[in-house]
C-alpha cells in the first residue's frame, strides 16, 4: 500500500508539472489584474473556467457571494478540499501574494483529480473570496460551505516554509459618541464633548493593554474626531479591531474594550452607540496530524520547514474553517525572511521566479497530503480524533 501511494503521488505532482506554464501564466495574469475583496470577478472566472476545462464540476456565486466558486472533481467521501484566495489589496496589488494562494489551490485540484480513479472519494476547489477585508470564508462557514469536508487546506505564500500556522481570533467594532455642539468658547458649559468621549476611551483602551496576555492585540483609530476648533464636537467615531490567540479570551476582552468605551460615556455624559461585525475571525486551530503528513510532503520536494513559535500573527478567515474541518493553513517560502507580507516588495516576490517554484511545490504537497488523507483510514482517524479534542 506504502508504495502504491508513493506511485499516486508521483501521478499528481506530474501532473500538475505537465500544466506549469499554463499555472504560471494563471498566476501572473491575477497578479497583473489585483482586485479588491468581492469585486475579484476576473480571478474568479479564470480559475473556475480553468478547473471547468480540467473536468471538473463548476458552481458559480454559491453563498450569495457573486466571486465564490465550488468545483468538484469525483464522488463521495473522503472530501478533500483545497480553498483558493484570489483578493488583493488596496494600493500594493497583490501583495499579499493571493494570486499564489488561487492557482496552487486550482492546480493541487488538477493534481490529486489525476488520481481519484485509484483513491475514490472527492477533491473540491471552494473558490473563497474577500479575505482581506470581508472574510469571506466566515460567511460560507455560516451558509454551510465547509460541511461535509474531511479536510481544508490552503497554502499561503510567506518567508519561509512552514506547516503549524497560528492566526488570532479577531473581532471588529465600531464606536460612536453623540453628545451636543455648542461654542467652543462662548458656550462650553451648554455642550456635550463627543470628542472626549472617545479620548477618553482611547486611554483606558491604553491602560488595559499593560494587563492583557502578551499575544493579545488591540489596536485602532479615530475616524471621525470633529469639524471644527471653535464647535464642541457633537459627534465622534472610531474603529477598533480586538484579537487573542483563542475564542474564550477574544470574548473577554471584548467585554472590557466596551467597558472602556462606557467609561468614556460616563465621564463625558456623550452617548455610546457601538456594533462588532458580525464576521468574527475564529483563531485558526491547526490540525496536527494532517499538518504532519504535509510537512513530510515538503520535505519530498525538497522544502525542510521551520515551524516557529513566532509571537507575530494576524489573522485569517481560515480559523472559521479550522472550527468546522480538521484544516491546515501553511507557508511556503517565496521571498527572503526580511520581506514581510503586505509590502510592494512581496507583491513583487509573488510574481517572481521564487513565486512559481512556491506555487508549484505548495499545489504538489497539497495534492500529495490530500492523497494521504484519501489512502489513509489511520491518518483520517487520528485527523478526526484531534479534531473533536481541540477545543
Ligand atoms: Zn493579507
Ligand atoms: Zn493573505
Known amino acids: 500500500m506504502a508504495i502504491d501511494r508513493e506511485r499516486l503521488k508521483a501521478q499528481a505532482a506530474a501532473e500538475i508539472e505537465a500544466h506549469r506554464q499554463e499555472l504560471i501564466d ?61 483578493d488583493a489589496l488596496p494600493g500594493v496589488g497583490h501583495a499579499c501574494g493571493h494570486n499564489i494562494i488561487g492557482v496552487s489551490a486550482v492546480a493541487a485540484g488538477l493534481g490529486a483529480r489525476a488520481v481519484l480513479d485509484s483513491t475514490g472519494g472527492s477533491a473540491i476547489v471552494v473558490g473563497t473570496p474577500a479575505e482581506e477585508m470581508v472574510g469571506g470564508k466566515v460567511i460560507m462557514a455560516r451558509e454551510g460551505a465547509f460541511t461535509g469536508l474531511d479536510a481544508a487546506m490552503l497554502s499561503h505564500p510567506g518567508s519561509r516554509d512552514a506547516v503549524h500556522a497560528r492566526a488570532l481570533a479577531c473581532a471588529y467594532l465600531e464606536a460612536e459618541y453623540f453628545g451636543r455642539e455648542a461654542h467652543a468658547a462662548a458656550r462650553p458649559e451648554a455642550g456635550v464633548n463627543a470628542l472626549d468621549a472617545l479620548i477618553l476611551a482611547y486611554n483606558a483602551i491604553g491602560a488595559l493593554r499593560q494587563h492583557i496576555r502578551d499575544s493579545a492585540r488591540i489596536h485602532g ?51 455610546l452607540e457601538y456594533r462588532w461585525s458580525e464576521n468574527q475571525f475564529a483563531a485558526m486551530r491547526t490540525n496536527a496530524p494532517l499538518a504532519e503528513a504535509h510537512r513530510s510532503n515538503l520535505a519530498t520536494l525538497g522544502r525542510q520547514t521551520r515551524d516557529q513559535p513566532s509571537r507575530s500573527m494576524g489573522s485569517t478567515d481560515m480559523g472559521n474553517v479550522s472550527a468546522l474541518v480538521p484544516a491546515i493553513h501553511p507557508t511556503i517560502a517565496v521571498a527572503p525572511p526580511e520581506v514581510g507580507i503586505h509590502s510592494r516588495e512581496f507583491a513583487a516576490c509573488a510574481a517572481s521566479e521564487e513565486g512559481h517554484r512556491g506555487l508549484l511545490d505548495a499545489a504538489k504537497a497539497m495534492a500529495m497530503t490530500a492523497i494521504d488523507v484519501l489512502t489513509d483510514p489511520d491518518l483520517r482517524r487520528r485527523m478526526q480524533e484531534e479534531f473533536l479534542a481541540s477545543p
Not at 495574469?29 to 479588491?36: D, S, V
Not at 457573486?66 to 473522503?78: D, H, K, L, M, S
Not at 471644527?228 to 490567540?245: I, K, L
Open 221 to 271: 483609530v479615530i475616524t471621525d474626531g470633529g469639524k471644527a476648533a471653535n464647535v464642541v464636537p457633537d459627534h465622534s467615531a472610531a474603529g477598533f479591531m480586538v484579537r487573542a490567540e483563542d475564542d474564550d479570551y477574544l470574548e473577554e476582552l471584548k467585554a472590557k474594550v466596551i467597558a472602556c468605551f462606557e467609561a468614556g460615556a460616563q465621564a463625558s455624559g456623550a452617548r
Open 26 to 86: 494563471l498566476s501572473l495574469r491575477i497578479h497583473g489584474n489585483p482586485e479588491l475583496g468581492l469585486k475579484e470577478t476576473m480571478a474568479s472566472a479564470w480559475l473556475s473556467e480553468y478547473l471547468e476545462k480540467h473536468g471538473f464540476q463548476v458552481e458559480r456565486g454559491i453563498c450569495g457571494l457573486p466571486t465564490a466558486f465550488r468545483a468538484t472533481a469525483g464522488e463521495g467521501a473522503p472530501r478533500i478540499a483545497f480553498l483558493a484566495e484570489y
